[in-house]
């Protein structure tokens, strides 16, 4: 019933499922190449690494698999002045002072608030990685013919159909349509407001298809393999799935935030710039709840993001799970813990048919 | 591939494709007529209707159908003392005045602000209608026990997966799973708050499909064929629909709504409680904008909705959408002005395999 997609031939996959490359931890180099292994397509979440940690990552990868795996960065934020940032840095610290307090914390010197991007891409185009996805915006476009040069397959995120059209009209090969399900960043860039990009994925998926030429993938709420199936039934080449990868064995993320998916419900998380500065979607907690207060006064991603990460590690050092961020989708009643293999495999047993 | 489902056998119909039970006006008896001589579920939306409005209409349905209807009423909600209420008047109409001299309103006498459930409720008993559906909460057990009794089948509205747990366990014989996507009022009822209650299609269903027995019709963003086989795909035996059927001839929606929603695209809808006190999805206008700023002011459901009545009326009689309830889902961009029996040939053609 179902033939090769356009994705799985661009991607050079057997399925077209992607594990979502989720930044800060979880995607191990074993869990991008267990996912790569079984005939997905694996992503490493690169966002908040230094170029030379990608670089090893990258290498760890290769050294697992032979496969087609992807590599996903975070298109920089407007630069503000220095001056500007110091104030915004001194907002987020006062903000999250009594937090530092709780932990015995000292005052951190933030320096660096985002990695340079045109050194994490070089990273990317010298090491010949396969696929190149990003979130937050468009790559500029000597960054995009750069790696069309090398062959690279590019994936950009789009939560309107409005993104999803200037993906394409800047040669992006393939749209992620990130619905509002999912765990984690908004990749919202172009959107009214935050509230109008929150378009669920049973009602985005079908709309960008429309207004685009290039492959969709779902993603926002998928845990198994009626999601996938579902998914295809919209229009969608293929899916991404965040969530349901996070929680299995070879994820990089704590324990303690495994746990809270697995034993959460999908009426548990909520969206919160309290960690970041920029919209993402987690599981509710006293950190968020309390920062919601200020919701205004929180500086802008990435500088938040900076000024929260002493608070964060140290929660997550006590396996603490109130004052780190617990990103998660709305489908956590479906999380299962599992080796990637075993979700994979169990994906395919249940969609398989829909491939061949 | 496909079977008669629990839902198609329980509601005696050929497809289970249900036209959702908007109220104010839209599920004219033509429209309600016409779904359900087309071989799925129309549904009067009688929440604001009188008893013997209710029972016109019902009787002007049956003179068109022969086939199974729904008629859907409102929970009520909490009763305020008359002092409560009267300050509640008070305060919804100060917020509004403004409104009511643009369109040289005269400050009204709000008397009634809610329809006696129980009076509406009998005149669907006594006219023996086939399908009662219902939101905003759950029947007493004395009203399901007489809804039994004449062998009326129950539809309740559920957001979350455990507001599905409590219709089952008071016997009600489907759940609708109404996802974030949906159009109009949330059905919300128990979750602790309506952001965490704003769970997407494609999350909600399956998790709810897993927690219950009875049948789950999903809601919410499904506007065509590709809607419709996703959510048979994610476990639901059947779909509603409400914004897809709000631009069809036969609705009763005013013309002004119905254009709205066919120029509208994905991301120009919001929640809002400026109408009716209650949160609903609409296309955001000028009223709703302005109202936000003093969202924690506005009275509750019902006497909100009472209080604008003279101003919306106002706004859809001067043909300006600025004013004027237009509620919509996600997916307006998928929507279309045709007769009811055109969108529902259309469906059946695009999905109808799934259906033998």
Same mark, same amino acid.
């Given at each position: 019933m179902w033939h090769e997609t356009k994705t799985q031939s661009l991607l050079n996959i057997e399925y077209p499922i992607i594990q979502a490359g989720m930044a @800060? *931890? +979880?995607? #191990?180099p074993e869990l991008v190449a267990e996912v790569s292994n079984s005939g997905g397509l694996g992503t490493l979440g690169a966002g908040y690494m230094a170029p030379e940690q990608i670089r090893s990552a990258i290498q760890a990868i290769k050294a697992l698999t032979d496969a087609p795996f992807a590599v996903n960065l975070f298109i920089p934020s407007p630069k503000y002045s220095k001056g500007e940032e110091q104030s915004y840095i001194e907002t987020g610290l006062k903000l999250t002072e009594r937090y530092r307090q709780n932990f015995n914390l000292e005052k951190p010197q933030v320096h660096q608030v985002e990695e340079d991007f045109d050194e994490q891409l070089n990273v990317i185009l010298e090491e010949k990685v396969p696929c190149f996805s990003f979130t937050f915006g468009l790559p500029s476009a000597d960054a995009i013919q750069k790696l069309k040069d090398r062959a690279i397959t590019t994936l950009g995120t789009a939560t309107t159909v409005n993104e999803a059209i200037e993906l394409e009209k800047a040669g992006i090969d393939i749209v992620v349509a990130q619905? !509002?399900? +999912? @765990? *984690?960043?908004? *990749? #919202? =860039?172009? +959107?009214?407001s935050m509230e109008q990009a929150m378009i669920g994925t049973m009602a985005l998926v079908p709309q960008i298809v429309d207004h685009v030429s290039v492959p969709v993938i779902a993603s926002g709420g998928i845990m198994d393999g009626r999601g996938v199936a579902a998914a295809l039934m919209l229009g969608a080449s293929g899916v991404q799935m965040g969530t349901a990868f996070l929680t299995c064995q070879e994820s990089g993320a704590q324990d303690v935030h495994k746990q809270k998916i697995l034993h959460s419900s999908e009426a548990d998380t909520i969206l919160t710039k309290? =960690? !970041? *500065?920029k919209e993402a979607r987690g599981i509710a907690n006293p950190f968020m709840e309390e920062m919601a207060e200020h919701h205004d006064a929180i500086p802008p991603y990435p500088i938040q993001n900076a000024v929260t990460k002493d608070i964060r590690k140290a929660s997550g050092q006590q396996k603490n799970p109130d004052y780190m961020s617990l990103w998660a989708g709305q489908g956590t009643r479906l999380s299962e813990a599992m080796t990637a293999k075993e979700l994979f495999d169990k994906l395919i047993e249940e969609t398989g048919a829909l491939f061949r």
């Open positions: @800060g *931890g +979880a995607t #191990t619905g !509002s399900e +999912a @765990g *984690g960043h908004r *990749g #919202t =860039f172009l +959107a009214p309290a =960690f !970041s *500065g």
